[in-house]
């Protein structure tokens, strides 16, 4: 499942990642789609509830948002695709879609006793995450 954006490039999950920059701008300043939106989540180990509480919206509001197939603000939307990229990127690096849903879950003493998905919330926290998880990648133990 695809949508366009307004320089006509299609944009879907699997398309997301940040070599394509320039068309991740152009979907965050028009906003995510719902149905873009849905392609995201079923793909991701991530409730309504914990979109909900990483969009910073209430979970009566992300209800809304679903039976009105909305299209999420601009802020909502780059956070929506920083998600989706860390995400991405932490199945690619455990090699496993199940270990890294695991990895997330489970408090992690280098991210302050904290369980890595509780830090999707800010983009502060999702760079701790993005460097977390390339410390990860070239085995370098924090």
Do not use: C
Not at 61 to 66: C, K, L, S
Not at 72 to 77: A, M, Y
Not at 99 to 115: E, K
Request: proline letters at 1%; glycine letters at 6%.
């Amino acid at each position: 499942m695809s949508m366009e954006n307004t320089s006509g490039s299609a944009l879907s999950y699997s398309s997301i990642d940040d070599r394509g920059i320039v068309n991740l701008i152009q979907t965050t300043r028009t906003g995510v789609a719902y149905a873009l939106f849905q392609n995201i989540m079923e793909n991701s180990a991530f409730s309504i509830k914990e979109w909900a509480d990483y969009l910073h919206i209430s979970e009566r509001t992300m209800q809304r948002y679903t039976k009105e197939k909305k299209v999420f603000d601009p802020v909502q939307s780059e956070r929506i695709l920083e998600i989706a990229l860390v995400y991405k990127f932490g199945v690619s690096v455990f090699e496993s879609k199940k270990h890294f849903d695991i990895w997330l879950a489970t408090t992690n003493v280098a991210l302050g006793n904290l369980a890595p998905k509780s830090l999707l919330d800010t983009t502060f926290g999702i760079g701790l995450l993005k460097d977390e998880l390339q410390r990860i990648a070239y085995g370098i133990l924090s």
